[in-house]
């Protein structure tokens, strides 16, 4: 199991930045993906990025893409959330989250076993 904590949200105008970062504990980080993903008022929690354990792999969601990059530091076992070019739409409860089983490259929310806390961002237009 690897326990998770989000930090790096707040209040940011559209068009601005912000970067997320999330710790993890537990001596198997480097053997997991990671993901984001995003909960908005009333929607379902949904995908926003992936990357794979040894970094090298990434993928995002359309709505995303080219504005926000995934990255990961395995010596301080963390991973980023990059995100330019803010939109209101953007504006949700980011949660990282690591696959049931390690060595495993997903996207799919229901592969996900270990979920971290959430942080808020929003976006004002």
């Known amino acids: 199991q690897v326990q998770l904590v989000e930090s790096g949200g707040g209040l940011v105008q559209a068009g601005g930045s912000l970067r997320l970062s999330c710790a993890a504990s537990?001596?198997?980080?480097?053997?997991?993906?990671m993901g984001w993903f995003r909960q908005a008022p009333g929607k379902e929690r949904e995908f926003v990025a992936v990357?794979?354990?040894?970094?090298?792999?990434?993928y995002y969601a359309d709505s995303v893409k080219g504005r926000f990059t995934i990255s990961r530091d395995n010596a301080n076992k963390t991973v980023y959330l990059q995100m330019n070019s803010l939109k209101p739409e953007d504006t949700a409860v980011y949660y990282c989250a690591a696959p049931r089983s390690s060595y495993y490259y997903t996207w799919e929310r229901k592969n996900f076993g270990s979920w971290g806390q959430g942080t808020q961002v929003t976006v004002s237009s």
């Open positions: 537990g001596r198997t980080f480097s053997s997991y993906a």
């Open positions: 990357i794979n354990w040894s970094g090298g792999t990434t």
